[in-house]
C-alpha cells in the first residue's frame, strides 16, 4: 500500500487536525505513516505531535529578475501577468513581489529574454525522522500556495518509502486549501453537523467534486445540529467514513493538547472505520 490522504474542511473549527493527528497515531504502528501540515499560515499539528529534532530548509519563491541593458520596456511581461505584479513605465520596470505568485510566465514570455529567473525566500519547511512535516509561511508573505506546494514535493523526497502520507490541509476552499487536495489518492472531509458546519461544507463539496478525487466524509461531534449534513450525504452518495461523538471527554483531551487515542486506546475504533471504508471504497 502506498497512498496520500488530505484531510480538508469546509471551516476552521470543526475539527480537521484533531481527526489529522488521531488518524496517524491509529495507523503509524501498522504502517509506515507520516503527517504533514500543509496549513503553513498556522501550522499546529506540532502542538500535539512535540517534535523537537527537527531538519530544516528555507523554501523559495521564483521572481523574475530584470537585465535592465536588455529590457526595451515593452509592457508585455506586465500585460502577460495575471496578478498585476509588473509594472512598466516608459523608463522603469518595477516587480511587486509580494503580488508575485512565482507562475514564470512574463520570464518564459519576453520577447528580448530581458528577464531571468530570481528567488526570495518565502517560509521554511521542517521535519523529523518519526514522519512529521510542516511548512511555516513568513511572515507578511501575502501567498501560500508555492509554500504549499514546495511542502508536498519535499514531503515525497523524505517519505518516499512511507506506505502513508497524511496531508492536514488549510480550512476552507480558497486556494491554499485547492491546493492542499490536488493529486491526494483520497480527501477525507471533516463536517460538524450543524447549519453552519453543513453550509461551509456544501461549499467544499462543489469546490472538489469535478476534482476526480475520491472522498467521504467524517462527522465530527455527532449528535449535535441537525439531520441536514447526513441528508445531504445519503442524496449525492457521498460516503460517510466514521461518525465521532459529541463527547465533553474528547474536548478536555484535546484543549489540554492531549493525543486521544494515546489517552484512551478505545477510541481507536472511530479511525480504524475511517480507513477500513477508504479502502472499501477505493476497491470498488
Same mark, same amino acid.
Given at each position: 500500500?502506498?497512498?496520500? #490522504?488530505?484531510?480538508?474542511s469546509g471551516k ?18 501498522? $504502517?509506515?505513516?507520516?503527517? /504533514? ?18 531538519? *530544516? ?12 541593458? %536588455? ?25 511587486? =513581489?509580494?503580488?508575485? %505568485? ?17 528567488? +526570495? ?29 514546495? /511542502? ?5 523526497? #523524505?517519505?518516499k518509502d512511507y ?6 490541509? &488549510?480550512?476552507? /476552499?480558497?486556494?491554499? *486549501?485547492?491546493?492542499?487536495? @490536488? ?6 472531509? /471533516?463536517?460538524? =453537523?450543524? =447549519?453552519?458546519? $453543513? ?11 469535478? $476534482? ?6 467524517? #462527522? ?13 450525504? +445519503?442524496?449525492?452518495?457521498? =460516503?460517510?467514513?466514521?461518525?465521532? &461523538?459529541?463527547?465533553?471527554? #474528547? *474536548? ?9 487515542? %494515546?489517552?484512551?486506546?478505545?477510541? @481507536? ?16
Amino acid at each position: 500500500m502506498k497512498m496520500k #490522504i488530505s484531510v480538508a474542511s469546509g471551516k476552521g473549527g470543526t475539527g480537521k487536525t484533531f481527526f489529522s493527528v488521531n488518524f496517524y497515531y491509529t495507523l503509524k504502528d501498522e $504502517f509506515k505513516s507520516a503527517i /504533514v501540515d500543509l496549513d503553513v499560515e498556522e501550522p499546529n499539528v506540532n502542538i500535539f505531535i512535540k517534535a523537537e529534532k527537527l531538519s *530544516a530548509e528555507i523554501s523559495y519563491l521564483t521572481i523574475p529578475k530584470n537585465i535592465k541593458e %536588455k529590457c526595451i520596456l515593452c509592457g508585455k511581461c506586465s500585460e502577460y501577468c495575471e496578478f498585476n505584479a509588473i509594472f512598466v513605465s516608459s523608463d522603469k520596470w518595477y516587480l511587486f =513581489p509580494e503580488l508575485c %505568485k512565482g507562475c514564470t510566465a512574463c520570464i518564459k514570455l519576453c520577447p528580448n529574454d530581458a528577464l531571468i529567473y530570481g528567488k +526570495k525566500e518565502h517560509g521554511i519547511i521542517r521535519w523529523d525522522n518519526s514522519g512529521f512535516m510542516e511548512g511555516i509561511l513568513k511572515i507578511r508573505e501575502p501567498i501560500a500556495v508555492p509554500l504549499i506546494e514546495n /511542502v508536498k514535493k519535499k514531503s515525497l523526497e #523524505i517519505f518516499k518509502d512511507y506506505e502513508l502520507i497524511i496531508y492536514d490541509s &488549510p480550512p476552507g /476552499v480558497t486556494c491554499p *486549501a485547492i491546493s492542499s487536495i @490536488k493529486n491526494s489518492d483520497f480527501t477525507i472531509l /471533516v463536517a460538524e =453537523p450543524t =447549519p453552519f458546519g $453543513f453550509n461551509d461544507f456544501k461549499l467544499t463539496y462543489e469546490a472538489i467534486k469535478d $476534482f476526480n478525487i475520491p472522498f467521504g466524509v467524517v #462527522i465530527n461531534k455527532d449528535g449535535i445540529g441537525t439531520n441536514e449534513l447526513e441528508n445531504f450525504c +445519503k442524496d449525492k452518495s457521498i =460516503p460517510i467514513l466514521c461518525r465521532i &461523538p459529541h463527547d465533553k471527554a #474528547i *474536548a478536555e483531551l484535546y484543549s489540554n493538547g492531549k493525543i486521544l487515542v %494515546k489517552e484512551d486506546k478505545t477510541y @481507536k475504533k472511530y479511525f480504524l472505520d475511517c480507513f477500513n471504508n477508504i479502502k472499501k471504497y477505493l476497491e470498488k
